[in-house]
């Protein structure tokens, strides 16, 4: 079994990018939330400490859009600024710089997706905006295909962590990408964190029980009933499934295993009659 990077040996059960150290892990997504007041409630309720915001949705303008200021506002926040909507690596350098002036925060949750059928991550263009922005300073957090080749060669031009898809963005579909996902965990030395697709707080719990450093949630969120009410439920689903990895979830047997031993108290019984 790979040795789990983020188990504590004493301490808080911690977990860093870069320099910052973070006991949440369920960071959250700010789009398609009814207002900002909800969002905020979500933040809280999920006790998230990293908030991403896609910067073509970022207004002072007015107090009702401003949500950099609104999640400023919140203690224990860091703002992670996302380049959304970027279609190249040119575009997504561009926008990177614009959400460190905007929020004063080195994180960048780098996505390019420039198929807006599928808004799939564009693996190449990642790469090449990774080594720009990492090279300048940032930390960068890439969206990508849950491909454990494109993981290597990402961690080796210095990004912070990876990002990789569980299924299409917004899709509800899960981790059907868990086998691929279990490679890039075994063998990443930054932390993972499943990125799109989760649509219950069951999967979360699957994503932590697997080894994953966090989730980012988003839409199964905004999108709920009740999304304050979900994101405290994702925020203990995320609790579950991080306790479960670190207690030890028992093996996969490929037979039925008896849980008493039964065999010895039915011979007994026989030679009794």
């Given amino acids: ?41 979500a933040v809280r309720a999920a006790g998230a400490q990293i908030v991403t915001v896609a910067l073509r949705r970022v207004s002072r303008e007015t107090a009702a859009t401003d949500l950099i200021g609104a999640l400023q506002a919140l203690p224990g926040i860091t703002l992670m600024p996302n380049t959304s909507g970027a279609r190249t690596a040119r575009e997504a350098v561009a926008a990177a710089h614009v959400g460190r002036e905007l929020s004063g925060s080195p994180l960048v949750k780098l996505e390019i997706h420039p198929n807006p059928h599928h808004l799939l991550p564009d693996p190449i263009e990642t790469y090449e905006a990774a080594k720009i922005l990492a090279a300048a300073g940032f930390l960068v957090l890439p969206y990508m295909p849950a491909d454990p080749v494109l993981a290597r060669r ?20 899960g981790l059907i990408t868990a086998e691929l996902l279990r490679l890039i965990i075994r063998d990443a030395r930054v932390p993972v964190i499943v990125d799109a697709g ?62 008493s031993p039964l065999t010895a108290f039915l011979s007994t019984e026989a030679t009794a009659r």
Avoid: Y
């Fill in 1 to 41: 079994m790979a040795m789990d990077m983020n188990r504590p040996a004493n301490g808080p059960d911690e977990w860093t990018v870069g320099t910052h150290r973070f006991s949440s892990r369920l960071l959250l997504g700010t789009g398609k939330f009814s207002d900002v007041d909800t969002m905020i409630g």
């Fill in 198 to 259: 989760l649509r219950s707080p069951a999967e979360a719990a699957a994503a932590l029980e697997m080894g994953c450093a966090a989730v980012l949630v988003n839409s199964a969120i905004a999108v709920a009933g009740n999304p304050v009410a979900m994101a405290a439920a994702f925020a203990r689903g995320v609790e579950a499934g991080r306790a479960a990895r670190l207690a030890g979830i028992m093996p996969r047997g490929e037979t039925a295993a008896a849980t």
């Fill in 154 to 173: 990402l961690e080796e031009v210095g990004c912070a962590a990876l990002m990789p898809l569980g299924s299409p963005i917004g899709s509800g579909q």
